[in-house]
């Protein structure tokens, strides 16, 4: 005989079957969240903690003082937009060709997701030694295509150092954006494609009119995730410039890490990276709002 819930019963379950997942954040992202903003009021030493004393905005102060703080963030934002740009384009092309079929396709499919896996010290590794200024297989291969007249050494000159590096972390992460995009493009109804052609709509238009509105949510969420996970990246930046050659790129997320483990100072690099947590959610905010004004537009316009 199955058992009738009380109104009250009703109301507590979901809260029970909810309370572990509320624990696990709090946990996981309130707590350290809470200290990190914490700390950025101390002025804390990692040799000392235990001589915290609280300099409320003297952190903050002090990292717009400083003109290292303005060329990091200059970085980060060409660091982002760079990255997250260039591997979406690359990824919707790569997405395109796997898309058609071809002998192999699945194999091909499956041999795109390396670079994807690959761990990011091996790529920092592996693109430092193909961008190295006197042995690397990139200059050798301009030079005798002629495209330059000698070797340049990519990741020790200012104007260079960051797109080397940019370039290394859109050969890795161009896979997700393909693979992303591949599946949302597979779920799109054929029969739409075959209405559009009726209609007299070539492949150019049937892309803009089917297939790009319908995977409009996909790239939405893809972009943000790229955003997050790419403001929030240094490996390759640590291991294949360490930032250099001066400040040429150097990152926010670079900037803390150097900041609290190298020069101890915590609180000043807890203000950096609240700063930067900050800057992030307004700019996905702003994203989000003008993506779903677009929306509505469209919806108006329809």
Do not use: H
């Not at 029970?16 to 030493?45: D, G, N």
């Not at 795109?112 to 190295?132: C, E, G, N, Y």
């Not at 893809?222 to 403001?231: P, V």
């Amino acid at each position: 005989m199955p058992m009738v819930m009380g109104r009250k019963e009703r109301w507590l379950l979901p809260l029970l079957l909810l309370t572990p997942a509320f624990a696990l954040m709090i946990v996981i992202v309130a707590y350290p969240l809470f200290q990190a903003v914490r700390l950025s009021f101390f002025k804390v030493s990692l040799l000392r903690p235990d001589l915290a004393k609280l300099v409320w905005f003297d952190n903050y102060l002090r990292m717009f003082k400083n003109e290292v703080f303005y060329r990091a963030f200059l970085n980060s934002l060409i660091w982002i937009g760079g990255c997250v740009s260039i591997q979406f384009v690359v990824g919707l092309f790569g997405a395109l060709l796997l898309r058609c079929k071809f002998p192999g396709r699945a194999l091909v499919r499956g041999l795109t997701l390396i670079p994807w896996a690959t761990s990011s010290v091996l790529v920092a590794l592996m693109w430092t030694w193909m961008l190295d200024g006197n042995y690397g297989v990139i200059n050798d291969l301009l030079t005798r295509f002629g495209i330059l007249s000698g070797y340049v050494p990519w990741l020790a000159q200012p104007n260079t150092a960051l797109w080397g590096v940019i370039i290394a972390n859109v050969w890795q992460g161009a896979p997700f954006f393909a693979v992303m995009l591949l599946a949302a493009m597979q779920n799109v109804p054929a029969e739409l494609y075959e209405a559009a052609y009726i209609d007299g709509a070539g492949r150019v238009k049937q892309f803009f009119y089917v297939t790009l509105p319908l995977i409009m949510p996909t790239i939405i969420i893809t972009t943000m995730l790229r955003l997050i996970w790419t403001a929030n990246y240094m490996d390759l930046i640590l291991i294949m410039t360490g930032g250099g050659p001066g400040y040429s790129s150097m990152t926010m997320p670079l900037l803390a890490y150097i900041t609290a483990y190298k020069r101890l100072r915590v609180g000043e690099a807890a203000s950096i990276a609240v700063f930067q947590a900050i800057f992030l959610i307004v700019a996905i905010g702003v994203y989000l709002r003008i993506l779903q004004g677009r929306e509505k537009e469209e919806m108006f316009i329809a």
